[in-house]
């Protein structure tokens, strides 16, 4: 089983900014790529930025040039830098990976539990 933890949340002002971290623990031998999603209240889960094991990045046009997604593979880390912030940006964000537990064993999705990001004044 695979394990994936938040942190870094909670309640910012508009322009400001937050570092989210997603550490993935447990049976993992291959994690393929990691991604950010949020689901904001009444809305459906969408997703933010995606980085490959190789580190090739892809965003959501709605955070192109304020975000910024990375890895750490040796600690099976990734991270979200957000600048100017703003209230559209209030949701529960979500960490996924994509994650093979053996060298020859199929690849699964995982999800984190989610942290809560409030922009407001």
């Known amino acids: 089983q695979v394990q994936l933890v938040e942190t870094g949340g909670g309640l910012v002002l508009p322009g400001g900014s937050l570092r989210l971290s997603c550490a993935a623990s447990g049976s993992i031998f291959r994690i393929d790529t990691m991604s950010w999603y949020r689901q904001a209240p009444g809305k459906e889960r969408e997703l933010v930025a995606t980085v490959t094991a190789g580190g090739r990045t892809n965003y959501a046009d709605s955070v192109e040039d304020r975000f910024t997604i990375s890895r750490n593979n040796a600690k099976n880390t990734v991270y979200l830098e957000m600048h100017a912030l703003k209230p559209d940006d209030t949701a529960v964000y979500y960490c996924?990976?994509?994650?093979?537990?053996?060298?020859?064993?199929?690849?699964?999705?995982?999800w984190g539990q989610g942290t809560q990001v409030t922009v407001s004044s």
């Open positions: 996924n990976a994509v994650v093979s537990s053996t060298m020859y064993g199929s690849r699964s999705p995982y």
